[in-house]
């Protein structure tokens, strides 16, 4: 992919990181009713987010070994969007909150989830690159 999409991406990993830690590090944030598994839920869907983001700042746009060339970049993007978990959760205790196991693991799997649904992605792009090409 272009680096505009990693220029773009890269922002937006950003921007995802910065709401994640407001909203972890503010008191009263209430969880949206429509979120299923309510708090953990919400832990899940917004490290699925910053995971697929690093994923999409990491990823190979190769076109052969398409997944051999981005397992780097998908245990890249989960081990940086589960150490911003697990540094979150570690800073919580000073801002009137609590660490909790439970909402650690929910923030691993939602950036593998991420990291995985990027692969996929990538892959779907490469597979609609190789089919225009070869009609054309």
């Known amino acids: 992919m272009s680096k505009a999409v990693r220029i773009i991406g890269f922002v937006l990993s950003l921007i ?3 709401v994640i830690v407001y909203l972890s590090l503010a008191n009263d944030v209430n969880v949206p009713q429509y979120i299923v598994g309510k708090d953990k839920g919400a ?3 917004a490290y ?3 995971g697929f983001l690093f ?3 990491f990823h190979n746009s190769v076109r052969h070994r398409i997944f051999l060339s981005n397992l780097m970049p998908v245990i ?3 081990f940086l969007s589960f150490l911003c978990g697990y540094t979150i959760e570690l800073c919580q205790p000073r801002f009137g909150r609590f660490f909790e196991a439970a ?3 929910a923030d691993g799997l939602g950036a593998l989830a991420g990291a995985l649904i990027g692969l996929l992605c990538v892959y779907f792009v490469c597979l609609i690159e190789r089919r225009g090409k070869k009609k054309g």
């Open 16 to 18: 995802c990181l910065a």
């Open 43 to 45: 832990h899940f869907l």
């Open 48 to 50: 699925m987010a910053l």
């Open 55 to 57: 994923f999409v700042d």
């Open 76 to 78: 890249g993007a989960f």
């Open 103 to 105: 909402d650690l693991i």
